[in-house]
């Protein structure tokens, strides 16, 4: 076995590190107080490379394993998890199913622009009645001609409303399967298509710098060569794309936890009470030995799933568990490291807090802890 990464996992690990300090540290707790995507910050990441690492050369991706996008997802989340959120986002939900799914011509029209960072692009999922029950959804799509006719509505789908989205994939019910259950299609829908209207969601406690957004789709024409592969294929395109998903959640998990943990490791470092800094109580060394060891034992599992993945193995129940310890991870993580700044981990003059707050998200994106163990039982024969 293993356990070493390579030179360019490394060095992927150490330039982005070093961005994430420069450029996205001095700006995230502004940038989240104003609840204010930042353009020309996506911009910057799009010109180190954090978009479309995993997609091939010929369109104008970085051609990189999974696991090295992983690392690059837990650096940016291990300063900040609004940014993280649109890396993620941007490369498991908007390049994913465009790469794995989309035509020929599909992939040559839009994934140049996504790989440089240069646009977003959001997948329209999740409705008002329709989370974790994915079969509750009520957006059709119906055949009319050469077009498709859309209508309905998403909700909480990030990177859908910014001044960089180029437009949205949108699963919509395209028919009735012969077991009476419904029939799930995925389409291409650009900004500006009549009839498609996005609406900014803000007021969010967590992710506030991250674009979130509410699609409504009132009778809306697209040409019928949108239709994402071949109609019928949207149920199974979902769940491959939040398989991918779930990976880069829990590297936000993981680099979340990682950031929290060292807040207050150096807090803890500092912080002198009766004649000695804290870090020497045992009360407050036994936390911060805790979450050394669960960062590791995280890290440990994450890595395998993407390991796995990259040699094309099954890969699904380790990506749920990855997910699903990683998210809750960063919760144990952030508590602790609030705790052990006292008073001052509850004021915003302390990053500590915005950890604390991003956290909770991770427990419901992607699929939400219940289902990831929903998932893992159904993996192991419940």
Not at 170 to 187: H, L, M, W
């Amino acid at each position: 076995m293993d356990f070493d990464l390579t030179k360019e996992q490394e060095m992927i690990r150490k330039e982005v590190r070093k961005f994430a300090q420069s450029e996205i540290a001095p700006v995230a707790a502004d940038l989240d107080e104003k609840e204010e995507f930042s353009a020309e910050l996506t911009k910057k990441m799009g010109e180190i490379g954090l978009f479309g690492m995993f997609v091939s050369e010929q369109y104008e991706g970085q051609g990189l394993d999974y696991l090295s996008y992983i690392i690059a997802v837990e650096e940016v989340a291990r300063v900040d998890g609004s940014q993280a959120a649109t890396v993620a986002a941007g490369n498991s939900l908007g390049i994913g199913p465009l790469y794995y799914f989309g035509t020929e011509e599909q992939k040559k029209k839009y994934l140049p622009k996504l790989c440089t960072g240069e646009s977003l692009w959001g997948f329209g999922l999740t409705e008002p009645t329709a989370g974790s029950d994915a079969g509750g959804s009520k957006t059709t799509a119906v055949k009319d001609g050469n077009e498709w006719v859309i209508n309905g509505s998403k909700i909480f789908i990030t990177n859908a409303a910014c001044e960089m989205s180029l437009g949205v994939t949108v699963q919509a019910i395209t028919g009735t399967r012969d077991n009476g259950k419904p029939e799930y299609s995925c389409f291409i829908v650009e900004h500006g298509t009549k009839g498609f209207k996005t609406v900014p969601m803000h007021g969010k406690m967590m992710w506030r710098s991250s674009n979130t957004a509410e699609l409504y789709f009132d009778d809306v024409r697209i040409p019928a060569e949108n239709i994402l592969g071949k109609k019928g294929d949207g149920f199974h395109q979902m769940l491959k794309t939040l398989d991918g998903g779930r990976l880069s959640i829990g590297a936000m998990g993981l680099g979340g936890a990682q950031g929290a943990y060292e807040m207050g490791l150096k807090y803890a470092k500092e912080r002198v009470q009766f004649g000695q800094p804290i870090s020497k109580f045992q009360a407050i060394a036994f936390k911060l030995a805790d979450c050394a060891m669960e960062i590791e034992c995280g890290r440990n599992l994450l890595y395998k799933a993407c390991w796995l993945r990259d040699k094309k193995r099954p890969f699904e129940r380790e990506a749920a568990m990855g997910k699903l310890y990683c998210s809750e991870l960063m919760g144990r993580v952030a508590n602790h490291a609030v705790q052990i700044h006292g008073g001052y981990g509850l004021f915003k003059d302390y990053n500590v807090e915005r950890f604390y707050r991003d956290q909770k998200l991770l427990d419901i994106g992607e699929g939400t802890s219940e289902v990831q163990r929903i998932v893992i039982s159904r993996y192991i024969g419940c």
